[in-house]
């Protein structure tokens, strides 16, 4: 009784197809009802041809195979199975047994041989083993295909990975390294390992103990963690920014018993880490932290790098007891460089500047830009104040020579104020303060200089300051007045003109004069803001008596130094007065002689224009300024005010009333008007109509006055009767 063997069941069997060819019948029959009895789906062929055609059509766990077959025999469908089907099994069943046969079909590819008459259970044991085996083998092909998928998978991974893995040895070298190397850093993994990981540091970077990877801390759990530059290969980007990842690798958690070279390295391997490129991130903290402490159009230290330098600088000066230098620098005529030429150049200046300044310190100096076309400059080591006033001239020189922007040369120059440290002052904002209020007395001395705080300053300084701070806040709330005073012409008796003149009306002290605010207001630049509001009220209140019926009059105002030197100055007078609808040939405008000598090209071309508009030009307090009276027939002069001092000696019979008779007489023969200023008598004004002064101002006829009180002046012309003799 042929019965299937009570062991193993055979794998896959109710699902196996068998092959049998034998043109032997009843050997065929015999075999496949044995094969079907045990289970197998056998099917049969009785020739070779047959069996290599089934072969096509299906899929065979195992064939047996007669040797001596019409058409094939055996040994040509063993070839075709092969090919066919190589994972189909072949046991031959043959009544061949010589060696040669035997030998001939394993070598073709059979796995194991019958002899003829077979014993079925030797079949059975044959076919189980046979089937066991390839069922082993396809076991150990699966294996091996998903071992090589993930071996695949593990190597796209740790190739592809963002990051640099590596692992070292005991000693720190490089025992593996992924292909992230190379993109990062421009090394083949190859030349690198064996060598220790120090060789990628860069220079500046310690092998101190935040690289140390041995502190028994670290584990796998607990990884240690550090950032460091490495040095890149050949052309590419010197150093880049990395965070490191590490631990040690337990030898137990690591089985490598399969792959020699993995077993190799398992051996080696005693840490294992990533290192991530955080160059991006660097780069992008260093600029915003340079972003915050240096000002980006120069890239000097800025405010706060500034305070802290010095603050750092103070303590060692404390410590060491020597003096160090503050000195608070601002540019001369940067402003108006800046709005004449655009904000373009204004910038390229400044950077400009800066390289100049920068080559006359040292290394331990600190130039900083504290804001607009203001510096400060911190000399840590400076030995005394004459070594302080010695870099300060230097600097001075250094911003002498023209900068060449935009084809054309500008000037600049630079006031300078100094504080010494202990003397001047102990803490930071002292030394600043000190350095900018010594700066400040510089500008009102004239500028381009240099000048150390003294403590006098101060006093000036906190009164200048409510002052400054008062002045802005009367320029927004309208506690300006204007005043006007009349100018009288000698030839009619009656007021031809008014002077106007600023006045502040102060809430706590009452009505101040211009003497007591017109200066500050010139040196902190409110005086542009000042004049525009007085030109202003004065062209509408007398633009009103114009335009009621005193055609003729004259508005007479005063022009400060400031607002004439500005290139733009003509224009925007110019578009004043359309603004406001006042005919400029009733302006006059006033300016000393100071602000004609400045500058006498510039101011004679802002003249001209202003002239040509109809607009006429008057020199206040003639003779008390310049002794050149060249500037007369250059510039389109039309009034020459002569000052009060001189009116004055008229009185008291000296020499003054000389210069009044030799200014009229050359007047007259340069055809200038003239107005006599400060008239407070009756002999001053008799001896002016005696020598046919033209206009007089003063006292005598009225102070400066509030327009209502004008306007009724104006009106019922209560002028003295002496005027009108
Ligand atoms: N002792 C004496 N003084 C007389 C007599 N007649 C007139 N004065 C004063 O002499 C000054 C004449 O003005 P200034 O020479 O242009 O001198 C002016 C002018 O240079 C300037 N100023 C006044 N208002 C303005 C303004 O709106 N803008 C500018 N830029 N400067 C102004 O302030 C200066 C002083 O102005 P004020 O104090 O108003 O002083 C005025 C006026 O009040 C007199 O008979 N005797």
Redesign the pocket.
């Given at each position: 009784m042929i019965h299937k063997a009570d062991s193993e069941p055979v794998p896959f069997r109710e699902r196996q197809r068998i092959l049998v060819a034998d043109d032997n019948l009843r050997l065929l029959k015999s075999l496949t009802d044995l094969l079907g009895e045990q289970g197998y789906h056998a099917v049969a062929a009785t020739d070779g041809n047959e069996a290599c055609r089934l072969l096509r059509q299906h899929q065979f766990a195992l064939a047996f195979l007669d040797l001596n077959m019409p058409g094939r025999d055996g040994f040509q469908v063993m070839e075709e199975a092969c090919r066919l089907q190589p994972e189909c099994a072949l046991v031959v069943v043959s009544g061949e047994t010589s060696f040669l046969s035997v030998s001939r079909a394993l070598r073709r590819g059979a796995s194991d041989y019958i002899r003829k008459p077979f014993d079925p259970e030797e079949v059975l044991a044959t076919l189980e083993s046979v089937l066991g085996r390839q069922s082993l083998l396809r076991a150990h092909e699966d294996v091996q295909q998903r071992l090589e998928k993930s071996e695949t998978l593990h190597r796209y991974i740790v190739n592809n990975s963002p990051d640099i893995v590596f692992m070292l040895d005991e000693q720190g070298r490089f025992c593996f390294l992924n292909r992230k190397i190379s993109n990062l850093l421009g090394y083949r993994p190859a030349d690198l390992i064996g060598q220790h990981f120090r060789l990628l540091l860069d220079k500046g970077e310690s092998f101190g103990s935040n690289l140390s990877l041995d502190d028994p801390g670290i584990s796998t759990d607990r990884p240690a963690t550090f950032e460091v530059r490495l040095r890149a290969n050949g052309s590419m980007k010197t150093t880049r920014h990395f965070e490191i990842t590490a631990f040690p690798i337990d030898p137990g958690s690591w089985n490598s018993a399969g792959d020699p070279e993995e077993r190799h390295l398992s051996e080696r391997a005693r840490y294992y880490g990533l290192a991530r490129d955080i160059t991006e991130r660097k780069e992008a903290e260093a600029f915003i932290s340079f972003q915050a402490y240096h000002d980006l159009l120069t890239r000097l230290p800025n405010r706060a790098l500034f305070r802290d330098r010095l603050n750092m600088a103070l303590n060692q000066a404390n410590r060491y007891q020597h003096p160090l230098a503050v000195m608070f620098l601002d540019l001369d005529r940067f402003k108006i460089i800046n709005d004449t030429l655009g904000h373009s150049v204004g910038d390229r200046l400044l950077q400009a500047v800066t390289q100049r300044l920068e080559k006359c310190l040292r290394k331990g100096d600190t130039l900083s830009r504290f804001g607009g076309d203001e510096f400060t400059l911190l000399l840590p080591m400076v030995p005394d104040r004459d070594h302080a006033a010695i870099i300060a001239r230097k600097l001075i020189d250094a911003l002498k020579d023209p900068f060449r922007l935009d084809n054309q040369d500008i000037f600049v120059g630079v006031s300078i104020g100094i504080a010494m440290y202990p003397e001047d002052g102990q803490h930071i904002e002292q030394l600043i303060r000190n350095a900018d209020l010594a700066m400040y007395q510089v500008k009102s001395r004239g500028k381009d200089n240099y000048c150390f705080f003294d403590s006098s300053m101060n006093v000036d300084t906190s009164q200048r300051l409510t002052l400054e701070r008062d002045l802005r806040r009367a320029i927004s709330h309208g506690e300006l007045e204007?005043h006007y005073?009349p100018q009288v012409c000698l030839r009619t008796g009656e007021v031809g003109g008014l002077?106007?003149?600023?006045r502040w009306r102060h809430p706590q002290r009452g009505l101040l004069?211009?003497?007591e605010f017109?200066p500050l207001a010139s040196e902190t630049n409110l005086?542009a803001e000042?004049?525009h509001q007085?030109l202003t009220s004065a062209c509408e209140e007398v633009g009103q008596w114009i335009a009621a019926g005193y055609s003729d009059l004259r508005l007479a105002?005063?022009?400060?130094p400031v607002?004439v030197e500005h290139p733009m100055f003509a224009r925007r007078l110019m578009a004043q007065l359309r603004q406001a609808g006042f005919p400029p040939g009733n302006l006059e405008i006033?300016i000393t002689e100071n602000v004609i000598m400045n500058d006498l090209e510039k101011v004679s071309q802002t003249l001209r224009e202003l002239a040509q508009q109809g607009i006429r030009i008057a020199v206040?307090?003639f003779g008390t300024g310049y002794s050149s009276l060249n500037y007369l027939h250059q510039l389109p002069i039309h009034i020459l005010?002569v000052d009060?001092s001189f009116i004055q000696s008229i009185r008291a019979g000296n020499e003054g009333a000389c210069i009044v008779d030799a200014v009229i007489a050359m007047a007259k023969g340069l055809k200038l008007e003239i107005v006599a200023?400060?008239?407070?008598n009756q002999d001053q004004l008799d001896y002016l109509r005696a020598r046919h002064c033209d206009h007089v101002?003063?006292?005598?006829f009225g102070?400066?006055q509030p327009g209502p009180v004008v306007q009724k002046l104006l009106d019922g012309q209560l002028l003295p009767a002496a005027v009108q003799a």
């Amino acid at each position: 009784m042929i019965h299937k063997a009570d062991s193993e069941p055979v794998p896959f069997r109710e699902r196996q197809r068998i092959l049998v060819a034998d043109d032997n019948l009843r050997l065929l029959k015999s075999l496949t009802d044995l094969l079907g009895e045990q289970g197998y789906h056998a099917v049969a062929a009785t020739d070779g041809n047959e069996a290599c055609r089934l072969l096509r059509q299906h899929q065979f766990a195992l064939a047996f195979l007669d040797l001596n077959m019409p058409g094939r025999d055996g040994f040509q469908v063993m070839e075709e199975a092969c090919r066919l089907q190589p994972e189909c099994a072949l046991v031959v069943v043959s009544g061949e047994t010589s060696f040669l046969s035997v030998s001939r079909a394993l070598r073709r590819g059979a796995s194991d041989y019958i002899r003829k008459p077979f014993d079925p259970e030797e079949v059975l044991a044959t076919l189980e083993s046979v089937l066991g085996r390839q069922s082993l083998l396809r076991a150990h092909e699966d294996v091996q295909q998903r071992l090589e998928k993930s071996e695949t998978l593990h190597r796209y991974i740790v190739n592809n990975s963002p990051d640099i893995v590596f692992m070292l040895d005991e000693q720190g070298r490089f025992c593996f390294l992924n292909r992230k190397i190379s993109n990062l850093l421009g090394y083949r993994p190859a030349d690198l390992i064996g060598q220790h990981f120090r060789l990628l540091l860069d220079k500046g970077e310690s092998f101190g103990s935040n690289l140390s990877l041995d502190d028994p801390g670290i584990s796998t759990d607990r990884p240690a963690t550090f950032e460091v530059r490495l040095r890149a290969n050949g052309s590419m980007k010197t150093t880049r920014h990395f965070e490191i990842t590490a631990f040690p690798i337990d030898p137990g958690s690591w089985n490598s018993a399969g792959d020699p070279e993995e077993r190799h390295l398992s051996e080696r391997a005693r840490y294992y880490g990533l290192a991530r490129d955080i160059t991006e991130r660097k780069e992008a903290e260093a600029f915003i932290s340079f972003q915050a402490y240096h000002d980006l159009l120069t890239r000097l230290p800025n405010r706060a790098l500034f305070r802290d330098r010095l603050n750092m600088a103070l303590n060692q000066a404390n410590r060491y007891q020597h003096p160090l230098a503050v000195m608070f620098l601002d540019l001369d005529r940067f402003k108006i460089i800046n709005d004449t030429l655009g904000h373009s150049v204004g910038d390229r200046l400044l950077q400009a500047v800066t390289q100049r300044l920068e080559k006359c310190l040292r290394k331990g100096d600190t130039l900083s830009r504290f804001g607009g076309d203001e510096f400060t400059l911190l000399l840590p080591m400076v030995p005394d104040r004459d070594h302080a006033a010695i870099i300060a001239r230097k600097l001075i020189d250094a911003l002498k020579d023209p900068f060449r922007l935009d084809n054309q040369d500008i000037f600049v120059g630079v006031s300078i104020g100094i504080a010494m440290y202990p003397e001047d002052g102990q803490h930071i904002e002292q030394l600043i303060r000190n350095a900018d209020l010594a700066m400040y007395q510089v500008k009102s001395r004239g500028k381009d200089n240099y000048c150390f705080f003294d403590s006098s300053m101060n006093v000036d300084t906190s009164q200048r300051l409510t002052l400054e701070r008062d002045l802005r806040r009367a320029i927004s709330h309208g506690e300006l007045e204007v005043h006007y005073q009349p100018q009288v012409c000698l030839r009619t008796g009656e007021v031809g003109g008014l002077e106007a003149l600023v006045r502040w009306r102060h809430p706590q002290r009452g009505l101040l004069q211009p003497a007591e605010f017109l200066p500050l207001a010139s040196e902190t630049n409110l005086i542009a803001e000042l004049s525009h509001q007085v030109l202003t009220s004065a062209c509408e209140e007398v633009g009103q008596w114009i335009a009621a019926g005193y055609s003729d009059l004259r508005l007479a105002v005063n022009l400060s130094p400031v607002q004439v030197e500005h290139p733009m100055f003509a224009r925007r007078l110019m578009a004043q007065l359309r603004q406001a609808g006042f005919p400029p040939g009733n302006l006059e405008i006033e300016i000393t002689e100071n602000v004609i000598m400045n500058d006498l090209e510039k101011v004679s071309q802002t003249l001209r224009e202003l002239a040509q508009q109809g607009i006429r030009i008057a020199v206040d307090d003639f003779g008390t300024g310049y002794s050149s009276l060249n500037y007369l027939h250059q510039l389109p002069i039309h009034i020459l005010k002569v000052d009060r001092s001189f009116i004055q000696s008229i009185r008291a019979g000296n020499e003054g009333a000389c210069i009044v008779d030799a200014v009229i007489a050359m007047a007259k023969g340069l055809k200038l008007e003239i107005v006599a200023e400060g008239v407070e008598n009756q002999d001053q004004l008799d001896y002016l109509r005696a020598r046919h002064c033209d206009h007089v101002q003063g006292f005598l006829f009225g102070r400066a006055q509030p327009g209502p009180v004008v306007q009724k002046l104006l009106d019922g012309q209560l002028l003295p009767a002496a005027v009108q003799a």
